[in-house]
């Protein structure tokens, strides 16, 4: 009965060896697609569209969220505020960034509590930056925040939290 078993066993044991298995080298797999060929319109490219000169390695975007709470003499504050920043190179010596940001209280405690009209709460700004040189850059930049974001020595000057 044993030597029945085994030699069942060794039969079943070359059996399963000799059977061929698929396999696939890893440069036989499928290419995949690109993302500007899968949201590609059939007979549009992008010379047609006038977008040819984007270049998506030169396209930066960041995306952010602080929350910062404060507590003094039995009073308290809470401000969130989210952030998207997109940035493009248009050369080694020009750069345009662009901001849009929204500001909110989540424990509804502080300066924040009697804004009803949401886009108060909102943020944006661009800068330019040109950089001739090495020692020479300038930049043109422009913000607009909500009044209660600013610092108490305005029209003279506003608090850059949180850029």
């Not at 248009?90 to 300066?111: A, E």
């Amino acid at each position: 009965m044993m030597k029945k078993l085994m030699r069942l066993f060794v039969i079943f044991s070359l059996g399963c060896l000799s059977v061929s298995l698929p396999a696939q080298l890893k440069s036989q797999l499928p290419k995949p697609i690109a993302m500007e060929d899968a949201i590609r319109i059939p007979g549009i490219n992008s010379t047609n569209l006038g977008i040819n000169f984007i270049d998506p390695n030169r396209f930066f975007m960041n995306q952010s969220y602080s929350l910062s709470f404060s507590s003094w003499g039995g009073n308290s504050a809470s401000m969130g505020v989210y952030q998207n920043s997109m940035s493009y190179i248009f050369s080694d010596k020009l750069l345009v960034t662009t901001r849009l940001g929204f500001v909110h209280d989540p424990l509804n405690m502080g300066m924040m509590t009697d804004q009803t009209n949401l886009m108060d709460n909102l943020t944006y700004g661009a800068d330019l930056t040109y950089r001739p040189k090495e020692n020479v850059m300038f930049k043109i930049r422009f913000d607009k925040s909500p009044y209660y974001y600013r610092s108490g020595f305005y029209p003279y000057g506003y608090s850059s939290f949180p850029y």
